[in-house]
């Protein structure tokens, strides 16, 4: 194959460890690989973002990508980066989670394509949920020695006390051999030839290489492994996370306009690495817009674009034109009308952490004046006295345009039928909900 998929992944800072043969092997013929991702939620957050971009990378160089949903090894919990035991899922939980996770993957992967190097989605519940014990004993766990296992960093740390570990259960010591029995599976059934997935996983990967070497018989096995670099941001602190958890890649846990906000935000230092990394843009491109970026970094184009590609690729086109219209309405010269377009979920999030007063509709009445805004049924100012002495000083806007102290408010102001944004000067924002 004449297409550099390794090579393609060497310049955007995506290869972290690569087994010796795999670069000839990806560019010699169209290659298997697979990545498994775990079902500890219904859904997936920001940190599966590169492996998911890894499965599209391989398919638009021409190869076949497996993702591997880990109905079997989520009753496990992988030790991998982990101080101590993972609760267990129950069946209902995790078949919930399975499904979530299967409905997450097939937004970026086609599984029902008919091209020669079609994704598929698996279980591996699939193959394990028949494997007796005495099986799976006899099999797999006498190919791989206790030591080899116990050399693997994931393990080391948990029996060393590292990181106020408490040791590690039989249950998490196997679980490397079932993700190697995975690989070995794959290799059988679908002539997989390579895992891949976060540098974390290395342990767990090349025990599968091994597996698949020794549980090969009168054949020369051909195994590979490639991990890339777990994503950190440049001032420390942890990748994917904002004040309210995780960045989930579903709108009904993450919406848009927040997914958007959150790389919209990043520094200048972390948006010139994840460009390469969660876009699809080409080396020119990118090139282009780390320089443009330099010259004028007041007008945060890097920002800009990563947010655009990043929300698009992940929701819509539509989706990121709505976020990216929510981001500048504070700012639009059309205040009035373009907030009324947004619709509510989109505003609540626009003002969330906005201080807010309810008020009825019978209050609300023909109409509310202007003190009464403020202060008596809201709270906002600590007193009418403030009300009229801010309204006097022209400080005050109702949905960005001043008022003065005889303004009533009517139904005309509400947005959504529901709400009123209220400013005493630039810095202090206030919403009225009507309900």
Known sequence: MT??????LRWRGMVHDIMPGTEEQLNKEMTTAYIGFDPTSDSLHIGSLVPIILLVHLYKAGHKPIALVGGATGMIGDPSGKSDERNLLDEDTLNRNVQGIKNVLS??????????????????????????FIDFARDVGKRITVNYMMAKDSVKKRFSGDEGSVGMSFTEFTYQLIQGYDFYHLYKTQNCLLQMGGSDQWGNITTGTEL?????????????????????????????????????????????????????????EDAEKYIKIFTFLDKEMIDNLIEEHKQMPHMRLLQKRLAEEVTTFVHSKEDFENAEKASGILFSNSFKTDIKSL???????????????????????????????????????????????????????????????DYQLSSEDLINNRYIIINKGKKNTYIIKVN
């Open 3 to 8: 297409n550099a998929f390794v090579e393609e």
């Open 107 to 132: 937004r970026y992967l086609d599984f029902n394509s008919t091209e020669k190097n079609a994704p598929i989605l698996v279980n591996n519940y699939d193959w394990m949920k028949d494997f007796s």
């Open 212 to 268: 698949v070497r020794r549980m090969t018989v009168g054949e020369e096995a051909k195994a590979y492994a490639m991990t890339c670099p777990l994503i950190t941001k440049a001032d420390g602190s942890k990748f994917g996370k904002s004040e309210g958890g995780n960045i989930w890649l579903d709108a009904d846990k993450t919406s848009v306009y927040k997914f958007y906000q959150f790389w919209l935000n990043t520094s200048d």
């Open 343 to 405: 619709n509510e979920a989109t505003f609540l999030d626009v003002f969330e952490g906005v201080p807010q007063a309810e008020i009825s509709r019978e209050e609300f009445g023909q109409g509310l004046d202007m003190i009464a805004a403020l202060s008596a049924k809201t709270n906002f100012l600590t007193s009418n006295g403030e009300a009229r002495r801010a309204l006097k000083e022209n400080s005050i806007s109702v949905n960005k345009e001043k008022v003065t102290e």
